[in-house]
């Protein structure tokens, strides 16, 4: 199990980089919250503003950058965590990972894993507070 919770540890760093990268070029690339909820003058010119469909597509890309802002800090330092065998960090990656689900489908995997490999008996005694056994 110390292979599958330095793998873990792994993703869950490479993970939070990638989505805080893809949250921010969600952003970038939409014109950040005003490019994403506000229609252009030409469209309000036009007339051609389905009732709904854009301010809620704007709306979904936000939430879900926000969402990846958020959950990016915590995977990375959970990973760091795992990666050191910190007691603390079997519960937070347990939390975080749960969590991470919602990020389908390749958080999902991740998440799923995660839960696997945290929740296993065979890990457990890895993060018992032994000071000096590990770097």
Not at 68 to 85: E, N, Q
Not at 109 to 125: F, H, K, N, R
Request: hydrophobic content about 55%; some cysteine.
């Amino acid at each position: 199990m110390d292979k599958h919770v330095r793998n873990l540890a792994i993703l869950n760093i490479v993970l939070g980089i990638l989505g805080l990268f893809v949250a921010i070029g969600i952003l970038y690339f939409n014109g950040g919250k005003d490019g994403l909820l506000v229609a252009t003058a030409a469209e309000k010119e036009a007339g051609v503003i389905p009732l709904g469909s854009m301010p809620l597509g704007g709306l979904y890309l936000l939430i879900l950058s926000v969402y990846m802002m958020l959950i990016a800090v915590p995977l990375v330092a959970c990973g760091y965590g795992l990666y050191k065998f910190q007691p603390w960090a079997r519960w937070v990656g347990i939390a975080v990972n749960a969590l991470n689900i919602l990020n389908v489908p390749v958080g999902t995997a991740i998440g799923l894993y995660a839960l696997w490999v945290l929740m296993s008996d065979e890990t457990e005694p890895l993060f018992e507070d032994k000071p000096g056994e590990r770097d």
